[in-house]
């Protein structure tokens, strides 16, 4: 009888990885000279980040350092969805950053068909907020991972479980 092989298709990140981003970009704007005067707080919560900050132009400069920060740790851009920047207390703003984490189902159900549409020996199924993806050969579920990586997702796409 043969084995069949799978590898599922998350939406994920490394959550110490985004604990020490954050923490290295708090560091750099406590030393920066057009930052430190600007009691910039940066609150990391379950789905989400908040910043706060003196106006919008010190907002911009703390995206800037966070991203970069979040991408030397190998965190995608597209973890970030930043929100609407809203008036704080006195002259200040404050904006919250969600954390995209999980396939949504419309997402889950273009993947799914887009490996239907294009190859005939592997399946993909939805579990949740992740795919399966599973065929009877190796080489075809490398087919199928090479097929997803070339499109563009709005959300950062990794392989897990592969076996």
Known sequence: MASTYSFDVVSDFDRQELVNALD???R?????YDLKDTKTTLDLKEDS???ETDSDMTLRAV???????????NLSMKIFDFGDIDAAS???????IKLKKGIEKEDAKKISKLIKDNLKKVQASIQGDSVRISAKD??????AIALIKAE????ALQFDNYR
């Open 90 to 96: 006195g002259s200040r703003v404050r904006q919250e």
């Open 152 to 155: 563009d997702w709005p959300m």
């Open 28 to 32: 750099e704007v406590k030393s920066r």
């Open 138 to 143: 190796k080489d075809d579920l490398q087919e």
């Open 49 to 51: 980040i908040d910043v």
């Open 24 to 26: 290295q970009t708090r």
């Open 63 to 73: 995206h800037v350092v966070m991203q970069t920060k979040a991408a030397k740790r």
